[in-house]
């Protein structure tokens, strides 16, 4: 996957647009939680946008996608925590909740699609 199509591809589109999303609002979390919490959740979304750039450079890349779905594992419990300890506002959780259930989506796709080759 050259670098044209990996950017017109719907999972990075998403990814892309939801860790900007995640950064604006990152940014607005008390000092005490910035080095906390949103350090991990930017570091999650990072990881998971280079996991993903690596399977599609990897010839195994089944392996590759299953440490993505991990790391977008990870990525879920880090917003479900920012919403309870209230750093998350109901309709900024249900927003990012539906970004990251569209990603899953579309990431359990790209797995059909290997285990099928």
Same mark, same amino acid.
């Given at each position: 996957?050259?670098?044209?199509?990996?950017?017109?591809?719907?999972?990075?589109? #998403?990814?892309?647009? %939801?860790?900007?999303? %995640?950064?604006?609002? *990152?940014? #607005?979390?008390?000092? /005490?939680?910035?080095?906390? %919490? $949103? @350090? @991990?959740?930017?570091?999650? $979304?990072?990881?998971?946008?280079? *996991?993903?750039?690596?399977?599609?450079? !990897?010839?195994?890349? +089944?392996? /590759?996608? =299953?440490? &993505?779905?991990?790391?977008?594992?990870? =990525?879920?419990?880090?917003?479900?925590? $920012?919403?309870? +300890?209230? @750093?998350?506002?109901?309709?900024?959780?249900?927003?990012? &909740?539906? $970004? %990251? /259930?569209?990603?899953? +989506?579309? =990431?359990?796709?790209?797995?059909? !699609?290997?285990?099928?080759?």
């Amino acid at each position: 996957m050259d670098e044209t199509t990996r950017a017109q591809s719907p999972i990075f589109t #998403k990814t892309f647009d %939801l860790i900007v999303w %995640l950064m604006d609002r *990152t940014e #607005k979390f008390p000092k /005490v939680e910035r080095f906390r %919490l $949103a @350090r @991990r959740i930017e570091d999650t $979304a990072f990881t998971f946008h280079e *996991t993903l750039i690596r399977a599609t450079r !990897t010839r195994q890349p +089944r392996t /590759v996608l =299953l440490q &993505a779905d991990l790391e977008l594992d990870k =990525l879920r419990f880090y917003i479900r925590m $920012a919403h309870a +300890r209230k @750093r998350l506002t109901p309709q900024q959780y249900h927003f990012a &909740a539906d $970004a %990251l /259930v569209e990603i899953g +989506r579309l =990431l359990g796709g790209w797995l059909k !699609t290997i285990s099928l080759t």
